[in-house]
Structures are given as structure tokens and as C-alpha cells.
């Protein structure tokens, strides 16, 4: 590694006592420690003339110390000092009152500090109005049961009204997440290191570079090693090292590759010169030029993303519309009727059986499909097998249907939106290089794909598929042959409905689920179906796909109000040259 | 493929027609009730949000009738429903006036529905309470604005973001709905923003349509944009359904409030409501209202509303409030007048004071806009805002804005002799024009 050792492992010969000799902040409460130090702090340390910068290299040495040793339990003097110091939360009147106290309890540099703070952060801390005692809240039922705020120890249950919520506002949780990461820097789970040296990255300093020289020296993970060396970088750009330091930490930086980089980087150029701003100068060419290529795989993927959403709410269509030829306006309903199928499977699991909610959508779909098949086959019954071959009327009545179901879904459930949560394996996103890919988009692709899978093979390889495309390439001759054809017709009906149901389970992942849900999909199904070749479900797949792809390629130039137009626009022509969409269908079936 | 679609706008209008006259009350002809207009969407689109606000009329009427009602009379609300169908506001809003005699009309949430109904009531002269936040630049004889108006929500937010506890905020996404309210308001916070220094390289503008709901071009453009090493943060103007796609997809590409904070100026509890809120903690809000204010007022009406509405998740948000306000003038005002005519209730409605929900006094002024204290909020892990930030005292609403040069010489004084919603200061003449 390019970067000089620290300045405590370079001498390591002064005794620790001498530590102690001008600071008591907090390694005279933990003589012990220190006698047991396998790295003492050097003599560098010793010799510095001011008091202020020996009070954070005492501190940082300390947590040298304390990652070496691992956590040991605070002595009683420094729980006492800790507690005092919390109580102060109980007075701040404000944001920046509260502030100082947390600036004051991270300066002890004691581990134990870690869960008042993280409980801080997340608006867990509060007052008892009674006595004006700190602890830590957690909401069980109507009560909140009240923590001790150190050892985290039950010390009660209170009502709501008998305390204070300690507020808390971006600010202050950012304050409270870079103290935090300091001092979460040998946690022994590799994934706070992790995020700690993330932390530290974000936010520079020159006085991490000594306990991330610790760090480093103790970390065994060659991947959480990396990324300390990274933070280190960042804060020796911020330090008043030498310029060798800098540009070796310019090369580590740069070679990080991602935005955080060159964020830093950025800043690292506008407030340096010579050769560091050169180096920095060059460095930030070279990552623009990777993100850009990065920058065109994300715009495939969120178009092959934005694909298989337009598929999956196509996909239903494209039986009803493409293979039944029924101009199907309800075809949004059927899948906000799926959406909503998932949110009462999941208030009933939530309400019932709280440790099923991973399974939620899977319960849902057999569910949605059912609703939606049933509501298709009575649309189906009782008024489209009337209006087969008036088109105009189908499409009427259907829009009717569609109105219909909206307000009765209104009036039951509501206008407002409902919430549908996500399965915690659906949630949050995975880094490839520098593409961030969701999970719920990427289990979305899966399921778009599996449910045209086996569409596909229901239409091609069983016997009702063929009874279905018998009645569709030429219902006489099917009829005579035995086919009993309005089962088929309602059948199939059934089919595609229940398709856009299981569509809208995935859909309530991503978007509302309000009565309006079915209206934001018509459109884009119809344009699916009919760019892609009405009466082909390859058509289907291929159509979605290139429209996602046009769309997200266009949207970072275009803007998304622009790009849409310009793709209908596209669309139009395209329907103009080819008025059977990509896939046309040859044969009788066409000119019937 | 022409001829359809204009029959299915056929169709849908005349579903919506009969829809609304299902909807409206048999109109008696008896002396002895008031009768006030509720004009919000009970179907279509904006029925998501004006649906509350008709429920909250409803309740505010059962309230003032069981305190004697109004002039010895009981009020009658009558309810239609414009079903989400702009010109359907202006038809109804006309059968109110005409023909059920309506004393005073509450509602519209879109500008472009307050637009279409603006030539009714100025020709049939009647009073609109329009109870929503807009981009301002109008101040009309009939109409009182209870929403805010940008000075009473946009430009505190950004003052806020700039501020220390705010983060010190210098690169600015401004992310909307292609409609006339984003555009007007990022106009003006685009001017003010430069007024106060920033570069325009800083600035990112961007539309995205209505119901918007595949955000992730836009969020990863906001993150681009947000590394480049200075602070960040995003002023929204998205509005309904597109707000909870862009939340999820914000939450799920791991961008924190601690990082990159979204101010929105049209998310309240009740859009937080169809969302798990644990990833957008810290984010922000701007109103003039939050459920979580913590006054006797308040804490009264939730309580009635829980039980008017018979469900106590129910939330209550800044519009309702807005009503609550703006009812409450108008009952004063017509006891001040001693009549229901409209003509005397537009003199009498200005100075009149009323308490609001959060704690103090809201007054009418002559521009025909209130006076709101302004409240940052930031998103709680259980769907509700806690206030972070709140103005020292009341902000009087200014239709027309200062910093876009149109309308900067503009201003609206409704009482005698001016009696001009757009004089000109600088010409001296009443009739200046604004943005849009």
C-alpha cells in the first residue's frame, strides 16, 4: 500500500504513561487499557504543542485502543460521565442545544454512546416529563416501554402523554451518522464496518485518518480493507499532509470509480492546485468517461425494467384484445382488482399472522387471479358474448364496465390511496459496478417473463390452447368439429383477466393503489398490443421491450413528458407503414 | 380510431352528467335554510383528494347547524360532482348558482377547474372558497383564496433548506407535474433562487406527466446531479398518485433525506397514507398544517372528524384546514353582514378574523388571501409530519408574486374606491396582467 503508515505505528516507543500526562479525557478512566495496549501511542503524540489537536489524537488513539481490545465494558466513573452528559438532552430547548450534547458525548470517545445516539437518530429518545430522566422508547402497543438509554435495560412503561419526544431533523441524524461511524469502525459485523468506512468516505476529516490507520491495520477483510483505505484517502485529501500523500490518495480515490468519487474529487479540484489538482483533473475525466458507459447499460436496464411492466399489464390484453379481438377497456380494472386483491391479503396478514408478510404476494396471487378471472368471466357472460362483432358497443360497454368497477371500488374501499407493503425481499437495490438495480424491479422482470412462460405454453401445448385458437382462426369450423365455443370464448376471457389481476400484484409494488390504478395502464397496453401485432404473444414480448428501451433512452434527453410523445409519435408512423404491428398474423384468421 | 375516441368522450361525459345528478340533492325550495355549494370530484382522477374535503364541508355544516345554524336559518349543503371533468366544474358550478340558489360555493382543487368556474361566478356573482395551495397570479372578486399562496409555502421552504438547519442547501432539483401550478411555482423559486445567488448551472428543472410512475430515469438523474459536491435537495411540485411511485423508487435506490432531502409541496398525510413511510424519514413538507400540530383546536377537530367519518385512521391535511378557515369566515361575515347576499358578504368577509388549527388567528385580507403561518415538517416512520421549522408569526398571502417581472408592480386591493384584484403601481392602472 502507497500510504505512509501511521504515525502511532511508525514509533512505537514512548510508554503510555506519558498519554496520560496531559490528558484525562478519557484514557485516565481506562488506566488498564492502556498498560494492556499492544500498540502504545508514539512520540509524536507527546511532543505536539497544541492542546486542542492533542485532545483529538489522545481520543482518536484511545479508539485505537479500543478497537484492539475490542468492547470492553465502561467503568462506572465514565457510565456516570456518560449519563450526566444525557441528561443535558433532557434541557436542549433546540436543535443546535441538542447537537452540542451529541457533539459532547461522541468527544468521550466511548463505544457505549453508540446506542443512545443511534436511538437519537431514529426518534427513539425521550424525556419522562415526570423527572426529566432520558431513555429509550420503543411503541408496544398504547404504551411505550422505556428504556435505559446506556445499557438498554427495561426501566419501565409510560404513556404517551408522559413524554417528550427529543426531535430530531436532518441535520442532526447527519451529525449523528458521521459520529457514528467513527465510532462504529470495529463493530464485529463486517457490515457496519462497511458502512462506517462509507460514512467516513462521505464526509472527510483529517482526524479519521488516524483511527482508520488502526483500522486498517487490524482489519482482516480484504473488501472492507479496501474501502477503509478509500476513506483514508478522502480524509488525506482534507489533511495537511504532504503532497505525495495527496496524489497517492488521488490514485485510491479515482480508482473507486463511482459518484461518491467524483463528488469528491470534484470538490478536491476546485480547492487544490499543482499537481494534485492535475491529478484530480485527470482523475475525474477517467470516471466521467466509465460512468458514461455505465450510464447506457442503466439506460437499458431500466428500459427492460419499464418493458416488463408494459408486458405484464399487456399480457392479459393481449389474450382479450389480441387473440379474442374484444376491445377491452376494463382491462385496467382487472388489474387494480388484482392490487387490491393484495392489499386485504395483506391487512389480513398483518392483522392475523404478522410473520407470514414475506408471503404475502405469493398468497396473493392464486387469490388475484381467482378475483379477477371471476369478474372477467361475469363481464364475459353477462355482456360481451351479446356484442360479439360490433366492436364500437364492446368498446362502449366495456368503458362502462371499467367506470363501474372504479366507483364501486371507491365506495368500498375508499378513495384514498392503500397501502401495500413490500416483502423485505423486494426491498431496497444491489449494486452491479455502478448500476443500482432495485429488487422489486428486478423480481418484477422475473415474474413478467415466468407469466408469459406459461401463457405461452397454455396456448401452445395443451388442448384448451388449442381449443382457443381453433375458435379464434375459425369459430364455424370449430364448432362443427365439437368445440363448444362460448365455454372457450369465456374461458379464455377468464384467462386474460385473471392474467391482469396476477399483473396487478407486481404493479402494487411499484405504484399506487388507488381506483385509478387501472387508468394509467390502458393506453400503454393498447399501444403494446397493437405495435407488437395483434394476435401474437411474441409480439407482446418483443413490442413492450423495444417500447420500454425507446422510452428510458429518450427520457434522459427528452425529459419523460417529451419522450412519451415522441414514442407515440414513432408509434403512429410505425403503424402506418405496418398497420399489423411487428408481428403480423398470416393466414385465414386475418381476412376473416 | 378519430370516431371512437370522441365517443368515448362522449360517453364519459354523459356518465359523468347522470353520475352528478344522482349525486346532487333534490334542491328544495324552502325559505328557512342556507344553502352552501360543495364543488369537489367525487369520482375521476381528483377523487382521491376532494373527496375528504366534501366529507369535511359536511361535517363542518352538521357542526354550525347544531350551534343554531346561520341567521336563525339551518344550512343545507348541497352536494354535485364534477366528476374530475374540467368543464363539467364551470356546468355545475352554473347549476348551483341558477338553480339551486346556493348562498356561497366551497371547492375545486385544480387550478384548471378553479379557471373554468372563475367566469361563472364573476357573471352570476357569487363567492368561491378555493381551498387549496396554487401558483398564485390571480385574485379574482369572487373567489377567496384559503390555500396558500407561493410566498405562504414555496419560498419559506427553500428559505429553510437554505438555511444551517436545513443543511445549507446550494444545488437545487426542481421536480414537477407538467401542469400550470409546478411551472408557475418553479418559475418563481427559479427567479428567487437566482435573486438569492445561485447559479444556473445549480438549477435542475424537470416535468414528468400526470400519474407518473416509472421514476427511475429521474431518480438516478436527481442522484447525478446530487454528486457533485455540494449540498442537494429537491423541491417537488409532483402531485397525487405520481408522488407514491416517486417515493418508493426514492426509498429503494437508497437515497437518504440525511443526503438528498425532498421538499414537496403537495405530499400531506394524506398521500403518505398509501405508503411504508420507515425509508422516508426526514424527508419534507411545507404547509400550513399538519395532523400533528398539538393545539386544543386540533386535537377537537381530529376528534370530530374521527367520528363524523366513523374511522379513526382517517388523517386530516392542510385543505381541510384551509375549509375549516374559510367556512368559518364566511359564517362570520355573513352574521356581520346580517344577509347571505353575496355582494354584501364579499365587502364584509375582508378583516375578518377567525382562530385557525394551528394555534393562532387567520384574517381575510384585501387581496382576498389569508394570513397562515408556514411549517416545515419532516416524514415520521408512522405516515405523519413533526414540525421542524415553523415562521416567527403569519405570512399574508401574495397573489402576485415579487420576483417574476410580469407581476412584480401588480397588486389586488378588493375594498373601495380600488376595488382592483391587478393594479398597477407602477402605470397607475388597474388590469395589469401576469405570468399566466
Known amino acids: 500500500m502507497s500510504q505512509p503508515a501511521s504515525a502511532a505505528a511508525r514509533e512505537p516507543t514512548d510508554p503510555p504513561g506519558s498519554v496520560v500526562d496531559f490528558s484525562t479525557t478519557w484514557t485516565a478512566t481506562r488506566p488498564g487499557e492502556l498498560v494492556l495496549s499492544s500498540s502504545p ?65 461522541v468527544a468521550t470517545g466511548d463505544t457505549a454512546v453508540e446506542r443512545p445516539l443511534g436511538a437519537l437518530a431514529e426518534g427513539d429518545l425521550y424525556v419522562r416529563k415526570a423527572d426529566s430522566l432520558v431513555f429509550i422508547g420503543k411503541a408496544a402497543g398504547g404504551s411505550v416501554a422505556l428504556l435505559d438509554p446506556l445499557s438498554g435495560e427495561k ?64 482489519e482482516t477483510v480484504g473488501s472492507v480493507k479496501a474501502l477503509l483505505e478509500q476513506a483514508r484517502a478522502a480524509s488525506v485529501m482534507v489533511s495537511d499532509r504532504p503532497e505525495a500523500d495527496k496524489l497517492a490518495a488521488v490514485a485510491l480515490i479515482g480508482g473507486r470509480g463511482d459518484r461518491n468519487a467524483l463528488s469528491l474529487l470534484t470538490a478536491v479540484e476546485a480547492n487544490s492546485e ?42 392479459g390484453l393481449a389474450i382479450t384484445f389480441g387473440v379474442m379481438g374484444v376491445i377491452n377497456m376494463a382491462h385496467g380494472e382487472m388489474v387494480m382488482l388484482g392490487a387490491y386483491t393484495t392489499f386485504v391479503v395483506q391487512e389480513v396478514i398483518r392483522n392475523s399472522f404478522p410473520g407470514l408478510f414475506d408471503w404475502s404476494l405469493v398468497i396473493a396471487l392464486p387469490l388475484a387471479f381467482s378475483v379477477a378471472a371471476l369478474v372477467g ?59 443500482a438495480v432495485t429488487w422489486n424491479r428486478l423480481w418484477i422482470l422475473v415474474f413478467a417473463l415466468g407469466v408469459f412462460a406459461v401463457l405461452l405454453y397454455v396456448m401452445k401445448r395443451t388442448p384448451w390452447g388449442l381449443q382457443m385458437r381453433a375458435v379464434t382462426a375459425n369459430r364455424r369450423m370449430a364448432a362443427s368439429m365439437g368445440i363448444r365455443t362460448p365455454w372457450v370464448d369465456a374461458l379464455t376471457f377468464a384467462l386474460g383477466s385473471g392474467i391482469a389481476g396476477i399483473a396487478g400484484v407486481a404493479l402494487s409494488q411499484i405504484d399506487n ?49 417529451l419522450g412519451k410523445i415522441v414514442v407515440l409519435v414513432l408509434i403512429i408512423l410505425f403503424i402506418q407503414k405496418r398497420p399489423r404491428g411487428l408481428f403480423a398474423l398470416k393466414g385465414r384468421s386475418v381476412e376473416a | 380510431m378519430r370516431g371512437s375516441f370522441s365517443t368515448i368522450t362522449k360517453m364519459l361525459s354523459a356518465g359523468a352528467v347522470t353520475a352528478g345528478l344522482l349525486m346532487s340533492f333534490p334542491a328544495r325550495a324552502a325559505d328557512d335554510t342556507i344553502k352552501v355549494g360543495i364543488l369537489h370530484s367525487l369520482s375521476g382522477t381528483m377523487a382521491i383528494s376532494e373527496t375528504t374535503l366534501k366529507d369535511a364541508m359536511l361535517m363542518l355544516i352538521d357542526e354550525q347547524n347544531a350551534k343554531g345554524g346561520l341567521l336563525g336559518k339551518k344550512l343545507e349543503a348541497v352536494v354535485v360532482d364534477p366528476a374530475s371533468n ?31 368556474v372563475l367566469p361563472v361566478f364573476s357573471e352570476l356573482d357569487n363567492i368561491l372558497f378555493y381551498p387549496v395551495q396554487y401558483e398564485g397570479e390571480e385574485s379574482e372578486r369572487n373567489v377567496f383564496y384559503t390555500g396558500a399562496a407561493p410566498n405562504q409555502q414555496a419560498i419559506p421552504a427553500v428559505d429553510y433548506l437554505m438555511s444551517e438547519d436545513g443543511g445549507s442547501v446550494k444545488r437545487w432539483v426542481l421536480e414537477g407535474t407538467d401542469y400550470v401550478y409546478p ?23 424537470n416535468y414528468t406527466p400526470f400519474g407518473f410512475s416509472d421514476w427511475q430515469t429521474e431518480v438516478s438523474a436527481i442522484k447525478k446531479f446530487g454528486s457533485a459536491g455540494k449540498k442537494t435537495a429537491v423541491v417537488s411540485t409532483v402531485n397525487g398518485d405520481a408522488n407514491v411511485p416517486f417515493y418508493k423508487e426514492l426509498g429503494n435506490q437508497g437515497i437518504k433525506a440525511e443526503d438528498i432531502p425532498v421538499m414537496a409541496f403537495s405530499v400531506g398525510e394524506e398521500e403518505l397514507a398509501g405508503l411504508d413511510t420507515a425509508p422516508l424519514v426526514g424527508h419534507l413538507a411545507a404547509w400550513n398544517y399538519f395532523q400533528s400540530i398539538d393545539t386544543p383546536e386540533n386535537a377537537k377537530f381530529i376528534a370530530d372528524w374521527h367520528k363524523f367519518i366513523k374511522n379513526d385512521k382517517r388523517t386530516t391535511n392542510d385543505p381541510m384546514e384551509a375549509h375549516y378557515v374559510g367556512f368559518n369566515m364566511w359564517v362570520k361575515a355573513v352574521e356581520k353582514a346580517g344577509t347571505t347576499d353575496p355582494d354584501k358578504v364579499i365587502d364584509a368577509v375582508i378583516g375578518v378574523s377567525v382562530p385557525n388549527l394551528t394555534g393562532g388567528y387567520s384574517t381575510m385580507m384585501p387581496n382576498h388571501h389569508i394570513t397562515k403561518p408556514v411549517l416545515i415538517g419532516e416524514i415520521q416512520a408512522d405516515g405523519q409530519f413533526e414540525t421542524v421549522s415553523q415562521t416567527p408569526g403569519l405570512v399574508m398571502g401574495d397573489e402576485w408574486s415579487d420576483y417574476l417581472a410580469d407581476s412584480k408592480d401588480l397588486i389586488s386591493d378588493w375594498r373601495a374606491p380600488l376595488s382592483c384584484g391587478n393594479f398597477n403601481v407602477a402605470t397607475g392602472k388597474c388590469g395589469g396582467k401576469g405570468t399566466n
Open chain 2, 86 to 116: 374540467w368543464p363539467l366544474f364551470a356546468e355545475k358550478a352554473r347549476e348551483l348558482i341558477s338553480k339551486d340558489k346556493v348562498a356561497a360555493v366551497f371547492g375545486c382543487w385544480t387550478s384548471v377547474s378553479r379557471k373554468s
Open chain 1, 274 to 315: 499543482g499537481a494534485v489538482k492535475d491529478a484530480a483533473t485527470a482523475a475525474i475525466a477517467n470516471i466521467n468517461s466509465t460512468l458514461a458507459l455505465w450510464d447506457a447499460g442503466q439506460n437499458i436496464w431500466y428500459g427492460i425494467s419499464l418493458g416488463s411492466v408494459l408486458l405484464l399489464a399487456a399480457i
Open chain 1, 155 to 218: 426501566s419501565g412503561d409510560a404513556a404517551k402523554s408522559e413524554i417528550t419526544k427529543i426531535k430530531v431533523n436532518n441535520t442532526l441524524r447527519r451529525a449523528i451518522r458521521d459520529a457514528l461511524g467513527t465510532l462504529t469502525l470495529g463493530a464485529k459485523d463486517p457490515a457496519a464496518r462497511i458502512a462506517a468506512a462509507d460514512t467516513m468516505f462521505k464526509t472527510p476529516d483529517a482526524t479519521n485518518i488516524e483511527p482508520l490507520d488502526a483500522a486498517i491495520a487490524s
Open chain 1, 377 to 435: 368471466l361475469v363481464i364475459e357472460r353477462g355482456v360481451i358474448r351479446f356484442l360479439y362483432g360490433r366492436p364500437l358497443e364492446t368498446l362502449l360497454a366495456t368503458w362502462g364496465v371499467s367506470l363501474i368497477l372504479q366507483q364501486a371500488v371507491r365506495t368500498i374501499f375508499g378513495p384514498t390511496n392503500q397501502e401495500v407493503g413490500n416483502p423485505s425481499w423486494m426491498s431496497g437495490s444491489f449494486g452491479i459496478g455502478q448500476l
Open chain 2, 183 to 205: 411551472r408557475t411555482t418553479n418559475k418563481i423559486l427559479e427567479a428567487y433562487l437566482k435573486a438569492k445567488g445561485v447559479a444556473a448551472e445549480d438549477i435542475m428543472v
Open chain 1, 513 to 561: 393503489v388507488s381506483p385509478n390504478l387501472g387508468r394509467g395502464y390502458i393506453i400503454d397496453s393498447f399501444m403494446v398490443v397493437v405495435f407488437g401485432g395483434v394476435g401474437n404473444l411474441w409480439g407482446t414480448l418483443v413490442g413492450a421491450f423495444s417500447l420500454g428501451i425507446v422510452n428510458k433512452f429518450l427520457e434522459p434527453y427528452a425529459g419523460a413528458v
Open chain 1, 41 to 105: 501511542p508514539g512520540r509524536e503524540v507527546s511532543t505536539l504543542k497544541s492542546r486542542q489537536k492533542s485532545m483529538v489524537l489522545t481520543r482518536a488513539i484511545g479508539l485505537t485502543l479500543l478497537l484492539l481490545l475490542g468492547m470492553l465494558s465502561p467503568s462506572n466513573a465514565a457510565e456516570a460521565d456518560l449519563r450526566a452528559i444525557i441528561a443535558k438532552f433532557a434541557t436542549a430547548s433546540n436543535f443546535s442545544a441538542t447537537e452540542a450534547v451529541v457533539r459532547e458525548l
